[in-house]
């Protein structure tokens, strides 16, 4: 391949792929501010409103006895706090969500999967008033892979700051926590150093290999070209 021919190559991808490299240092820059304007994730500490552990009148086994369905395979057990009252949060093979029985008279009440979330938000907030206003069990433009668990309830305060949270009560814990200018800053670094705005998993990646391998076949010929056109002997 003569030096001509790697000179025009290196000149005419370089200026194609380019734009992936000024869309990673550009990411980068802002991957740094967010580090500085956004608060680190939450710490997946249990919460809830607290329990009085000499009401618990009821074994494990008691309570997983009042289950709706028979012979469960119980896969977990859990004692939480709600509403000051413990309950046993249990999780079976067959079903998709935690099933609750009261620790103190044996009640099931699946209504308390949300209150747990509730409180879990409200105690994360210092107490601010919460609105349930989604629960995912798939990831979104604002929820994504990278923060892992699901299912999550979405809780928001309806304040001027759009604040919200984002609550397991698998881990009893808050997963994600945002406002309007946090997520103003978390969408542009997503569109840009992950290409979010591509539709599709597959496609987005296939588009990011495609724009990573380019760069390297860039700094290739940029190597190639030096060699070859290095200054020769008088």
Not at 42 to 61: E, F
Not at 72 to 85: C, D, F, H, S, T
Not at 125 to 143: H, I, M, P, R, W
Request: hydrophobic share 40%.
């Amino acid at each position: 391949m003569s030096p001509r021919l790697i000179r025009k190559l290196h000149r005419w991808l370089g200026l194609l792929f380019s734009l992936s490299v000024l869309m990673a240092s550009g990411s980068g820059v802002l991957h740094n501010v967010m580090t500085r304007t956004q608060a680190p994730p939450p710490q997946a500490k249990p919460s809830g409103g607290g329990m009085d552990v000499n009401a618990i009148k009821l074994s494990v086994a008691e309570a997983v006895a009042k289950l709706p369905e028979e012979k469960p395979e119980v896969q977990a057990v859990n004692l939480r706090g709600i509403g000051g009252k413990p309950w046993y949060q249990i999780y079976t093979k067959t079903s998709r969500a935690p099933q609750y029985v009261s620790a103190v008279d044996g009640v099931a009440d699946p209504a308390q999967d949300e209150a747990y979330a509730a409180e879990i938000a409200k105690n994360f907030l210092a107490g601010a008033e919460v609105k349930k206003t989604d629960f995912l069990t798939a990831f979104n433009s604002e929820y994504i892979n990278i923060f892992r668990i699901l299912p999550v309830h979405r809780f928001d305060v309806g304040d001027a700051l759009e604040t919200r949270v984002y609550v397991s009560t698998t881990t009893g814990s808050v997963t994600r926590h945002t406002d309007k200018s946090r997520q103003f800053e978390a969408n542009i670094f997503t569109n840009i150093h992950k290409l979010g705005f591509i539709p599709g998993k597959d496609l987005r990646d296939l588009v990011l290999t495609v724009l990573t391998f380019g760069t390297f076949l860039v700094a290739c010929l940029g190597i190639a070209l030096f060699f070859a056109t290095g200054a020769k002997k008088r």
